[in-house]
């Protein structure tokens, strides 16, 4: 005759048995979610630098030139020019002064911010409306023929004795010119004469 087996009927587990699994599974499960969290995260480039290019700093190349002829200056003009870079702001609207390249654009150069805000001096003769189109856009002072280009937009001081002009890249040019003149337009009306 056949023997019966009687298996063990399965105990239910305690309450504190209960309450050790549960934190058991806590603690692995939440680092763990934790870690394909931060991993979704780092794939996803979340710890990308924000700023993967730091403005530049170094020197700008700044062209003197006229007509692909080298600009030179009287002995009056390069004093002017002098005056007005020494009185010229070392911030334009929170873009911090850059040094101009070559050596000789250092007198007659100055420049701002990455790309480079630049203002030049005593380059080309000075300029009035006479036989212009442009647009002019006064500030403080200050009148400025405007020649508004894709990547660069040209802005000329007006009726001065010595030519003054600004060359602002594609990020400044657009609704903006005012508020980067504005900080320009003190040191030239006190270092540059007015057209005689």
């Known amino acids: 005759m056949p023997t019966e087996t009687m298996t063990p009927e399965p105990r239910a587990a305690t309450r504190t048995e209960r309450i050790r699994a549960s934190i058991t599974a806590t603690l692995v499960a939440v680092p763990l979610a934790v870690l394909v969290g931060l991993g979704w995260f780092w794939w996803a480039g979340g ?17 003197l030139s006229v007509n692909n002829k080298p600009s030179t200056i009287d002995a009056k003009t390069e004093t002017v020019c002098r005056a007005l870079l020494a009185n010229l702001p070392v911030t334009l609207d929170e873009h911090d002064s850059r040094p101009v390249e070559p050596p000789s654009a250092s007198e007659r150069a100055a420049a701002w911010g990455d790309p480079a805000i630049v203002l030049r001096c005593g380059v080309g003769p000075p300029a009035t409306t006479a036989g212009s189109t442009g647009q002019v856009l006064a500030v ?3 009148s ?18 010595t030519a003054v ?7 400044y040019n657009v609704g903006r010119p005012g508020s980067l003149l504005r900080p320009l337009s003190k040191p030239i009306l006190d270092s540059v004469p007015a057209a005689g």
Do not use: I
């Open 140 to 142: 403080d002072g200050v």
């Open 47 to 63: 710890f990308a630098d924000d700023d993967p290019k730091a403005p530049e700093t170094g020197p700008v190349a700044v062209d």
């Open 144 to 161: 400025w023929l405007v020649t508004e280009g894709d990547e660069v937009t040209f802005l000329r001081a007006l009726n001065l004795s």
């Open 165 to 171: 002009d600004v060359r602002l890249p594609a990020p």
